[in-house]
């Protein structure tokens, strides 16, 4: 790959997997049957990025609002981490990549939690993909954890009030050891951000598809792909001024 082409692949791509209720209901299925055909979706994906050489993909599993889902769904889906980590895991590790768990993960069970650490442990020291899943997490807790810390760090000594801007606050923030969020999808064909990755999300490109999430394949990635090459990213400075640092 070229530089050129390097530079046309997103560093970091988040994705809201949007669709499996929908999905399963259209086959006259349980909600369950969407949300294991949505583990296979992701994998899916994993080996698109791998492939094209995606530094960082983050998705959202299971969002701080998804605990007022029916009981039954919820302990499908919780059912369904345990049996994908016990599967899944092996495989990724396998293919060199790194696994985590952003969110506030004191809701789990320790059965779950004590898995998802063994996950991130046996995996950390691989670079090809990270792959960072995000459950029990929404953008709002993840602004209010920082800012609780950057207080804390405060009241320690470390910092004056006045020294907390945003580049000192964003250290706090989950993903900040990653690259900047490049490209941002959601699947399903609805047009919001659901309370994902607020702060991480401020000059990430938008990509909304009508697809749902576990027929969304590598070639539906390419498609995302693509037309962020196709965009132009500015960063507040004119189409003019991006010319020029291009030649």
Known sequence: MTAADAARVPRHI???MDGNGRWAKARHRPRS???NAGRKALREVVEGCLRQGVEALT????SSENWQRPQDEVGALMELFLRALDKEVDELHGHGVRMRFIGDLAAFDGSLRQRMNQAMALTAGNDKLHLSVAVNYGGRWDVAQAARKAAESVARGEFRA???DEKVLGHWMSLSDLPPLDLFIRTGGEL???????????YAELYFT????????QACLQQAIDEYARRERRFGRTG???A????
């Not at 998705?59 to 299971?62: I, M, Y």
């Not at 009508?210 to 394949?217: E, G, K, S, V």
Request: glycine share 2%; hydrophobic share 60%.
């Open 210 to 217: 009508d697809t749902l999430w576990p027929d969304f394949d």
């Open 33 to 35: 049957f969407g949300h």
């Open 192 to 202: 919001r951000i659901s309370n994902f990755l607020l702060w991480q999300v401020a």
């Open 14 to 16: 988040a994705i809201v």
């Open 162 to 164: 006045d020294e907390i």
């Open 244 to 247: 020029a640092v291009k030649a």
């Open 240 to 242: 003019e001024q991006v």
């Open 59 to 62: 998705v959202f599993a299971f």
